[in-house]
């Protein structure tokens, strides 16, 4: 792991919980900051490419074991395990972004992050209640000809 840099991250509980931070190496971090960003965009992006971006990015964060060890969270697996809930999951994937990326960083001073955790949960649901309504649409009866 290159440069890194231990954080602590209130969760949704309140519970604050370490992790380690690293910075990218070139190649893999041009991948994740390419893809990132324009996969999570509500109905422009791609969830599944998000994803794996996502599992790209959250493997260049640790945390401590009990006897002391680093373990990576490569894994969906690793990352339930020592991730307690979404909310924290997506302050470490904002907080990886800021110490990878300076825009990213330079970019909350006008509320980039912020902004994106707040409309999130609105778009998402608007998305998925608009595919709910058109799948529960009955379909026209049958023709007569």
């Known amino acids: 792991m290159i440069e890194e840099k231990t954080v602590t991250v209130k969760t949704a509980s309140g519970k604050e919980k370490d992790y ?10 041009r991948e994740i900051i390419c893809k ?27 945390v401590v074991t009990a006897d002391g060890g680093k373990l990576a969270l490569t894994t969906r697996e690793l990352i339930d395990n020592h991730v307690p ?9 904002g907080l990886m972004l800021e110490y990878n990326v300076s825009f990213f960083g330079n970019a909350k001073n006008f509320g980039f992050l912020a902004n994106i955790k707040a409309k999130a949960p609105a778009l998402i ?19 007569t000809n």
Do not use: C
């Open 36 to 62: 990132y960003p324009l996969s999570a965009m509500p109905k422009l992006g791609d969830y599944a490419v998000n994803e794996q971006t996502m599992f790209k990015l959250m493997a260049f964060v640790q």
């Open 20 to 29: 380690i931070l690293s910075k990218f190496p070139a190649v893999q971090g």
């Open 125 to 143: 649901t608007k998305i998925l209640t608009d595919y709910s309504e058109a799948l529960s649409q009955k379909g026209a009866p049958p023709s």
């Open 85 to 93: 809930d979404p909310e924290t999951l997506m302050k470490l994937e």
